[in-house]
């Protein structure tokens, strides 16, 4: 087996929301971001592909890995 061939499909690509930057736009250009890093990729500037979130979602399912709270409370 060569170093780079694992058999798998390309798991991650260039954010297409972000062009790869990582960042959030501003919804107008005089409206501060609501957040910092971009919706899609959470700031890691890779974006799963398809196989890729099929891959997430075996894992969330076998290991019973629960979703993570969109909104948590300031004392929780």
Do not use: W
């Amino acid at each position: 087996m060569s170093g780079t061939d694992s058999g798998l499909p390309e798991l991650e690509e260039p954010c297409d929301a972000c062009n790869g930057t990582g960042d959030a736009p501003p919804a107008t250009p005089y409206e501060p971001r609501a957040s910092l890093n971009c919706p899609k990729c959470k700031g890691h500037t890779l974006a799963p592909t398809e196989a890729g979130q099929k891959l997430i979602e075996f894992i969330k399912r076998r290991f019973n890995l629960p979703e993570r709270e969109a909104h948590r409370s300031l004392f929780g």
